[in-house]
């Protein structure tokens, strides 16, 4: 987990859809780390491990999918702002400088409303949804 942007050098991107491209690598990567521990607790109630493995991999399941849709909300400075200018290019043309401001208020609003419970139950949403896809797997494999 890095609480920071990394550095990407713009003048690289061939087209105008390479940033939001950029900016889903670590959204998929969450997505992708929710899914596999996801199949760990399948894996772990199979073999009757211990309650805290089972947690464990349950907690940080859930925890990658909150990062996912926390990273893909559209505030400015994080992953789903490049994804949604895309579609919005006017988006693009923010000031740094009220970029930040505007990223200050919009924490704020997620954090002290409704929206930021919304993160919470969808990344565990999103948890539990890879476990049933594991779980039924595991039931057609096994037969």
């Not at 559209?74 to 400088?97: E, H, T």
Request: hydrophobic content about 55%; some cysteine.
């Amino acid at each position: 987990i890095a609480w920071g942007s990394v550095p990407v050098d713009i003048r690289r991107m061939r087209s105008r859809s390479s940033a939001a491209l950029v900016a889903m690598a670590g959204p998929a990567a969450n997505l992708l780390l929710c899914s596999l521990t996801a199949g760990a607790v399948v894996i772990a109630e199979r073999l009757e491990a211990g309650q805290l493995i089972i947690r464990f991999f349950t907690l940080a399941s859930a925890a990658n999918g909150v990062l996912f849709l926390f990273n893909m909300l559209p505030i400015p400075m994080f992953d789903g702002w490049p994804v949604l200018s895309l579609l919005i290019p006017q988006m693009q043309r923010l000031n740094p400088a009220n970029a930040q401001t505007m990223s200050f208020i919009f924490l704020v609003v997620v954090w002290t409303t409704k929206i930021g419970s919304l993160v919470w139950a969808g990344g565990a949403g999103i948890s539990y949804y890879f476990t049933d896809a594991w779980a039924a797997l595991g039931h057609l494999v096994a037969g």
